[in-house]
């Protein structure tokens, strides 16, 4: 009993920390992001280039996987609050592997509100080099990569905000 | 009244006694170092297969001590030492890393003098401790080599993985001969590194098998919540550890 009290105490820690320490790591600012065309839950087709003239945030996720349902909601808050602030934003999170009716069920539960892909069969998985979940990518406005993060975060944190918000209005000189 | 509880405690007793006796065969004591004593709890077969586990507790938690018996009674005999305990060390992860290779080294060859083919299993991060001790073992005896170790959704990478860019592992991956089966869990991240790792680990002439276990999450025999397909895999470890020996007697031939 006492050991699993003090596994219990661990867990919270590293989870919590894990939380806390993750931040966005600035790319140098030259990576093409790979192609990504994939369909949604609905069945459409979805593909990444579509959204040029937009800072997307590309997440590779699963429901088996802690940190990204807990940072779900705050993912949802950060589109918000940057539509608030009129900032063309776009989220897709890329599930990992996973079936429609798994997807479907944790959907129904935690209720992201921006888009989910399924790539059912990994091929995108191995093409962004994602070896972890979850594992995020911030694309600038003309699609190369300009941070990477891995782990959860409080995607609506004040740092996050403005970041994506310079990376909106800069101009075309570092992604030319 | 002094009647009842007398038979209260033989009853007590006798319950406690066959506990132990059913748990396992007996523990033994090896000298890691000079000043280095491991306990190592034996579950004795008589087949010509031994199994060293690195498990905490000398493989305490109730899933081992089940698997360890059901290889038992099928001639695999499984060693379970207490490495953390013998050097004090925390039962934390990183304790591993402190675990000195000349102690296990001892132990191994205390295994070899069975006759033996001797195997190592360890999962998660315990699994870069059996691989250093597979690479210093080659090195020393490398006309007596080890049969072949069982990695259990090891977690090898060096540092926190960076999206898009690929892992970077320990030390010890890529540095021996022994022939290794990798076993990960189809719901976990991880199963997407699994060639790039197996790759990783063939590079000094290693024969590595790698499967994914469906439906089940990473370390699933330790999980508090565990779902009808982890329950079933779990119930049926030993099985998975004699197939896995199975595909490392393979690779000799």
């Known amino acids: 009993m006492k050991h699993l009290f003090l596994y219990l105490i661990a867990a919270m820690f590293v989870f919590t920390n894990s939380l806390m320490a993750a931040e966005l790591k600035k790319t140098d600012g030259e990576i093409a992001a790979p192609m990504l065309k994939l369909e949604n839950l609905k069945g459409e087709a979805v593909d990444l280039n579509d959204f040029r003239g937009k800072v997307v945030l590309v997440q590779f996720w699963a429901t088996y996987c802690t940190p990204c349902r807990v940072e779900m909601p705050s993912m949802n808050e950060l589109t918000k609050k940057l539509e608030e602030a009129k900032i063309p934003f776009k989220i897709l999170a890329v599930n990992m592997g996973e079936s429609k009716q798994e997807v479907q069920k944790f959907v129904d539960e935690v209720k992201p509100e921006f888009t989910i892909l399924m790539d059912t069969k990994g091929e995108n998985v191995q093409a962004w080099n994602v070896f972890a979940a979850p594992s995020n990518f911030v694309i600038g406005t003309k699609g190369k990569v300009r941070y990477t993060l891995f782990g959860g975060v409080e995607w609506d944190s004040e740092d996050i905000i403005s970041t994506i918000k310079a990376l909106a209005k800069e101009t075309n000189k570092k992604e030319s | 009244m002094t009647v009842r509880l007398f038979k209260s405690v033989i009853m007590i007793l006798l319950f406690s006694l066959s506990t132990l006796v059913s748990a396992s065969d007996e523990v033994i004591s090896v000298n890691a170092d000079d000043e280095t004593e491991v306990d190592i709890r034996i579950f004795k077969a008589d087949g010509n297969q031994l199994l060293v586990g690195f498990a905490c507790d000398q493989g305490s938690s109730i899933s081992e001590e089940k698997t360890a018996e059901a290889l038992a009674k099928d001639g695999i005999e499984v060693w379970m030492p207490d490495m953390l305990s013998a050097y004090m060390l925390p039962k934390v992860r990183s304790s591993l890393s402190d675990i000195p290779t000349n102690g296990l080294l001892n132990i191994l060859e205390k295994a070899k003098k069975t006759n033996k083919k001797v195997y190592m299993i360890a999962s998660g991060p315990d699994t870069e401790l059996i691989l250093r001790v597979a690479v ?81 999450r990473g370390y699933f025999f330790k999980r508090k919540d565990p779902n009808a397909p982890e329950n079933l895999v779990t119930s049926q470890m030993s099985g998975l550890i004699k197939a896995s020996l199975f595909f490392l007697g393979r690779a000799h031939k």
Do not use: C
């Not at chain 2, 259990?152 to 990478?157: D, Q, T, V």
């Not at chain 2, 189809?186 to 000094?204: D, S």
């Open chain 2, 136 to 216: 210093e073992w080659e090195k020393a005896h490398s006309d007596s080599p080890l049969s072949g170790v069982i990695l259990m959704f090891p977690r090898l990478n060096k540092q926190k993985p960076e999206p898009g860019k690929p892992p970077e592992y320990q030390d010890a991956v890529g540095k021996t001969r022994v022939p290794i089966m990798l076993l990960e869990g189809e719901r976990t991240p991880n199963r997407w590194g699994i060639g790039h790792l197996t790759n990783a680990l063939k590079k000094n002439g290693s024969t590595v098998y790698a499967k994914l276990i469906p439906d089940v």
